[in-house]
């Protein structure tokens, strides 16, 4: 009954930046936990970010610290990712995926997911 809805991928070119939003329906979305997933043609899906259901804790993978900053704005059910010094190896599809309890980085945890949107970082 959870749905989630990504948007906000496209093409940049190295360096740049690109914000991507996740709007959630179906449940109450402020009880969530909320998380960002990425996979490459190829490559297994793989964690890049999440945000405790009062927004007070995140976690990032190695890969992404420092760049990608996660936020929630519950009021608009929303989650986003900012993602800035993209880089080639970012490209992926980007998969929002809600929870409930604590922080996990396997999706196999993570019963609800969206869509996916497209990001190619290319020149």
């Known amino acids: 009954q959870v749905q989630l809805v990504e948007s906000g991928g496209g093409l940049v070119q190295p360096g740049g930046s690109l914000r991507l939003s996740c709007a959630a329906s179906g449940r109450a979305f402020s009880t969530y936990a909320m998380a960002w997933f990425r996979q490459a043609p190829g490559k297994e899906r793989e964690f890049v970010s999440h945000?405790?259901?009062?927004?007070?804790?995140?976690f990032y993978a190695d890969s992404v610290k420092g760049r990608f900053t996660i936020s929630r704005d519950d009021a608009k059910n929303t989650v986003l990712l900012q993602m800035d010094t993209l880089q080639p190896e970012d490209t992926a599809v980007y998969y929002c995926?809600?929870?409930?309890?604590?922080?996990?980085?396997?999706?196999?945890?993570?019963?609800?997911w969206g869509q996916g949107t497209q990001v190619t970082v290319s020149s």
């Open positions: 995926a809600s929870k409930f309890g604590p922080y996990r980085s396997s999706p196999a945890v993570y019963p609800y």
């Open positions: 945000i405790s259901q009062g927004g007070s804790t995140t």
